[in-house]
């Protein structure tokens, strides 16, 4: 039951990705800096928060998960430090995620290379 | 001496002479329509090369290197080269063409290129200031969506308007005398902008800078679309063919039995993937070069209006919201002239 409540969740946030991309001129970049910023602004509203519980993965993987996991991070952080957290917080609870991506990508252009489309 | 007519077209006393034509293209465009008519067909995109761009100024190279020695001609012969790519600063000519000893006008008219590169050169030898000239355009698909788009490695979605960037450079020699076909005729085209924003759609923002050259075309020639077997214009792809065709038809000239486009002949939409059709320099450079100037040899057409179109933005342009400004070149080629 989790794996499709996390494939309903999911597949909504990328529904609204592709609708986008579609229907919209909007450029790849813009949609992935509006999904993260809307990720961290419905977790400040007390909005995202739900769909994690309810979706698991489907909510915390895909981009949105990376804003709500910033907003998340620098609040809880605020309340443990003060308003200093509302800097460090954000990075310190998306930082395995952050080094992970640098290093994976890092692997990934020494061992392949880029290859024309078909 | 030549005569410039109209408002903005030339007609040449002593049309120069089509004398070779190579062309050089991608695995992709090999396995297209027009693939049979292409000298070289690539398997490997990089070409043994480490990067896209020294690809392309391979691509370059080897094609000029072709078409001189298909015109049984010697690099000493060619007075000139005109020529022009997509990459910053004409890195694929300027560097494919550093080994040459031959006197290089660097060209940018993105798309519209070869029709640009094919004006002047004509130009050049009807005033008598050279006897053989080389005109080339190129482009590469990986080094255009590296430009202007998206890099590969993101491997974003294409809408149904964009068009694929065409692997290829297509080279002509222009002589003074020769059994033709030649250039009698051309029209420069003029910057048109009706403010399309849209890179993905660059057909949409050619189509009135097509349309406004091969109006002009008729008005300062007295011809009509009777005198044509076929007018073709260059990247324009599907969608931005039928506004062209349009546009065309609203000033009373209908085109439409005899006009087609490079990009949209140079692939198959239904089995390619290429959505809107071929686009980039090498598009019309190739589709000339290949198959337009080999079955005019051939009789099948004996009089054509060429316009390469072009839109002339940049990448900074496209990211501060600016609209695209768009270009067409025509030039006429018939197999014979009175």
């Known amino acids: ?118 | 001496m030549a005569k410039h007519i109209g408002k903005q077209s030339i007609k040449f006393d002593l049309p120069p002479s089509i004398i070779s034509a190579a062309s050089t293209v991608g695995s992709k465009e090999g396995k297209g329509p027009l693939g049979t008519y292409f000298d070289v067909v690539l398997q490997d995109p990089l070409w043994g090369e480490d990067s896209w761009e020294k690809a392309e100024s391979k691509l370059v190279q080897k094609t000029i290197e072709r078409v001189i020695q298909k015109a049984n001609l010697t690099p000493e012969d060619i007075q000139y080269i005109f020529a022009g790519d997509l990459l910053n600063q004409l890195t694929a000519s300027t560097f494919g063409l550093r080994s040459f000893d031959i006197p290089f006008f660097g060209l940018f008219g993105a798309c519209s290129t070869m029709g640009e590169s094919m004006a002047l050169g004509a130009m050049t030898i009807d005033g008598g200031f050279a006897n053989y000239v080389v005109a080339e355009a190129s482009s590469h698909f990986c080094g255009s969506e590296k430009q202007f788009r998206f890099p590969l490695e993101l491997g974003t979605q294409r809408p149904l308007t964009a068009s694929w960037t065409v692997t290829g450079s297509g080279a002509v020699i222009l002589g003074k005398n020769g059994p033709g076909p030649y250039i009698t005729y051309i029209t420069p085209g003029k910057i048109i902008d009706l403010g399309i924003k849209d890179p993905m759609n660059m057909g949409a923002a050619m189509a009135p800078a097509a349309a406004d050259t091969i109006i002009n075309h008729f008005q300062d020639t007295g011809r009509t679309p009777k005198d044509y077997d076929l007018i073709i214009t260059g990247d324009l792809g599907s969608v931005g063919k039928e506004l062209a065709l349009e546009l065309v038809k609203k000033s009373g000239y209908d085109i439409e039995s005899i006009f087609s486009d490079c990009g949209v002949e140079i692939f198959d939409a239904a089995t390619q993937d290429t959505h809107a059709g071929g686009s980039g320099c090498g598009c019309s450079a190739v589709t000339f070069a290949g198959y337009l100037y080999k079955e005019m040899q051939n009789n099948k057409w004996s009089r054509i209006l060429f316009i390469p179109t072009g839109a002339l933005m940049s990448p900074g342009s496209t990211q501060q919201g600016e609209s695209i400004p768009s270009i067409a070149h025509a030039v006429a080629i018939e197999n014979k002239w009175a």
């Open chain 1, 1 to 118: 039951m989790d794996y499709v409540k996390a494939f309903i969740i999911g597949g909504i946030i990328c529904v609204i990705g592709q609708i986008l991309i579609d229907k919209t001129k909007l450029m790849s970049g813009r949609i992935l800096v509006l999904f993260v910023v809307l990720g961290a602004v419905l977790h400040g509203m007390g909005l995202y928060e739900p769909l994690v519980k309810f979706g698991g993965a489907g909510a915390t993987v895909p981009l949105p998960g990376f804003g709500y996991s910033l907003a998340k991070g620098a609040i809880e952080e605020v309340d443990k430090i003060g308003l200093k957290g509302a800097f460090t917080g954000g990075l310190k609870a998306t930082s395995a995620g952050i080094t992970a991506a640098v290093l994976f990508a890092f692997i990934a252009a020494l061992i392949f290379n880029s290859k024309a489309k078909e």
